[in-house]
């Protein structure tokens, strides 16, 4: 894929971008879902009964615990007002990916991990905090650190 960057200042405010290839293919529709996709810039926890807005970036780890939701920083749980799936869709394309059923960690916060004897995976953050893979998710995570964070 070739990209091709024209900064200007004959154009206007508003940027557009054109594709240009031979066929419709799954990258370009990639692409254009990532281009449309708002990434968010905050969220919102609670902490006895104060409202915290969170950067993304800083989070380690998001889980669900007793029909419940938190987000992990630095080993501190903060409770959020959605559902894990919410979660999951809302940051798909920022570096967070699903560890197992309940879990969905930032692998732009990891800092290493080990093999477990059972084919899971202990991923240890930089904050020091740690969490477990699911066989399942496995392949999954290898892939997105070999392809760097971001989807």
Do not use: H
Request: glycine fraction near 4%; charged fraction near 35%; charge should be neutral.
């Amino acid at each position: 894929m070739k990209v091709k960057i024209d900064i200007d200042p004959k154009y206007d405010d508003e940027c557009q971008i054109t594709i240009s290839a031979k066929e419709w293919t799954k990258e370009i529709e990639e692409l254009v879902q990532l281009l449309k996709k708002k990434q968010p810039k905050r969220i919102v926890a609670v902490q006895e009964e104060r409202s915290i807005v969170l950067n993304p970036e800083e989070i380690d780890f998001f889980f669900a615990r007793d029909r419940k939701v938190f987000a992990s920083i630095k080993g501190e749980w903060m409770e959020l007002k959605m559902k894990l799936y919410e979660v999951e869709e809302m940051l798909s394309n920022t570096g967070f990916i699903r560890f197992s059923k309940s879990v969905i960690g930032n692998i732009n916060q990891i800092d290493r991990f080990e093999l477990s004897f059972n084919g899971t995976l202990c991923v240890y953050f930089k904050s020091g905090s740690k969490e477990y893979v699911s066989r399942k998710y496995v392949n999954d995570l290898k892939k997105q650190i070999m392809e760097g964070g971001d989807k």
